[in-house]
């Protein structure tokens, strides 16, 4: 089988890194990739959201399968193009994209179908936004998000009206979203443990995936500004059986069943950010695509074939499949560009990487890195690198992952010390 992957993250390298290890695949490409995904797989120099250059490039090589990383091409209607031309893919179509890409057409759906959530309106104008976030009645604090694609940035968390004010304005005027921030949705902050879930859709099965643990702050004690992810760990320790059960019946099933109702049948991973609340899960969010970096602690514990299952999501065979996870925890701890997620020096060399690659249960991820014509690997992003450790529970994948790290260094790297500690405590008090 020929396969294509879309992206240049961590998140990307962890699929090919999977896929490869399938005896299916034979040719393994990644657009535009990084310098841990061309040791794996052939680079194509194409951007990941150059949507006509891609589905040009698929359309002459007849892929197999296009597994598509990021929301953007998704969310711009890639995968239609690429069924146009008759070529599966893995990914949503644009219409069931904007679970991730339009706030408002979530959080409208959501109603619509009764799924938990927290209580929301819609603003499209200033004044009336404005008029609404100053009155005494509304109650705080609450969450101001723009509605579109923001890169991680268009959700404010407001303690004030001062502030959702500020929020909500500097979107409705195109100020600092562009077209992104032309509608706001204002919603209630809940309160509670956030978790992440994934589930792989055909249109009409849904299967269940391993569930993950992110940590979103930038600094330790979950301090400092939010980041696309400062490390992971995988099962959760909040979602229990019953926690997920609940999560399958009262959001997968209704949302799955929902957009099919209404005509944007689901194809792909579908990762919803969930709360859970005193009153039960409730969505924060849907996200179209695979999270980052959470692919990196999901795949190293897949027990079984990869791209069988994209396929199957792709095709429409997803009750053929069962996905099987091995009984282990995987953390990954990610190592950052000083600065980040501000801005951030690039260039800087990378050391440390064999010493710690090669190592029993060690999988390094890279993100943002570029490999020299002489061999050197350095840093061309916010995030570097995942480094992903195995472990026979969380206090012996976090021993492994941080001994990892110490391995690593470059210069003004930055890291959290404290990924999965929380719960590894809670997970010795109960054992003893
Ligand atoms: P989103 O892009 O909607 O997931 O928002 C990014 C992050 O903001 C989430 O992962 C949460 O940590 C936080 N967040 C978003 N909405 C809410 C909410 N209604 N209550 C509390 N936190 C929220
Ligand atoms: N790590 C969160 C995300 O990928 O959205």
Redesign the pocket.
């Known amino acids: 089988m020929k396969v294509l992957v879309i992206g240049g993250g961590g998140r990307e390298h962890a699929l090919v890194w999977a896929l490869r290890r399938s005896a299916r695949v034979r040719t393994l490409r990644c657009a535009p990739g990084n310098a841990g995904t061309a040791a794996l797989a052939e680079t194509v120099p194409i951007p990941a959201d150059d949507v006509a250059g891609l589905a040009e490039h698929a359309a002459t090589e007849r892929y197999d399968l296009v597994v598509v990383g990021p929301e953007a091409p998704l969310v711009a209607g890639l995968a239609d193009r690429l069924l146009e031309l008759d070529i599966p893919v893995f990914g949503p179509s644009a219409a069931a994209s904007r679970m991730e890409g339009s ?1 408002v057409f979530s959080k409208e759906f959501m109603e619509r179908h009764a799924i938990p959530t ?1 209580s929301f309106k819609v603003f499209r104008d200033e004044s009336e936004a404005r008029e609404y976030l100053m009155a005494e009645g509304t109650a705080y604090p609450l ?1 101001v ?1 723009a509605d579109g694609l923001a890169a ?1 940035k ?2 404010i ?1 407001a303690d004030t009206p001062e502030v959702a004010a500020e929020a909500a304005c500097g979107m409705l005027t195109g100020r600092n979203f562009g077209e992104a921030g032309r509608a706001v949705v204002v ?5 509670g443990t ?1 978790a992440s879930f994934f589930v792989l859709a055909d249109g009409n099965h849904v299967v269940e995936l391993a569930t993950c643990q992110d940590y ?1 702050r930038a600094l330790d004690g979950d301090q400092g500004p ?1 980041t696309g992810g400062m490390g992971t760990y995988s099962p959760s320790a909040y979602l229990d059986d019953a926690t997920r059960r609940i999560v399958m019946d009262a959001i997968v099933s209704p949302t799955i069943a929902g957009l099919k109702s209404e005509g944007c049948p689901y194809r792909g991973v579908l990762f919803i ?1 969930v ?1 859970l609340t005193d009153e039960g899960p409730k969505v ?2 849907y996200n179209c695509r695979f999270g980052d970096p959470e692919t990196q602690v999901l795949l190293p514990r897949l027990d079984g074939d990869w791209f069988d299952l994209l396929l199957a999501s792709a095709t429409g065979t997803l009750d053929q499949v069962r996905p099987a996870w091995l009984d282990r925890t995987a953390v990954c701890v990610v190592m950052a560009a000083g600065g980040y997620p501000g801005s951030y020096g690039k260039g800087a060399a990378i050391s440390g990487l064999d010493r710690a690659d090669g190592r029993d249960g060690i999988v390094v991820f890279h993100a943002g890195t570029t490999r020299d014509d002489d061999g050197a690997v350095r840093t061309s992003g916010g995030r570097v690198l995942g480094v992903t450790a195995l472990g026979d529970d969380l206090t012996c994948a976090r021993r492994k992952a941080y001994e990892a790290v110490a391995e690593i260094t470059w210069e003004g790297e930055q890291h959290r010390t404290d990924i999965g500690a929380d719960a590894a405590a809670t997970l010795e008090a109960i054992r003893e």
């Open positions: 706030k927290a969450v998000k991680g268009g959700v968390l919603e209630e902050m809940l309160q956030e979103k939010n950010g709360m924060l969010e």
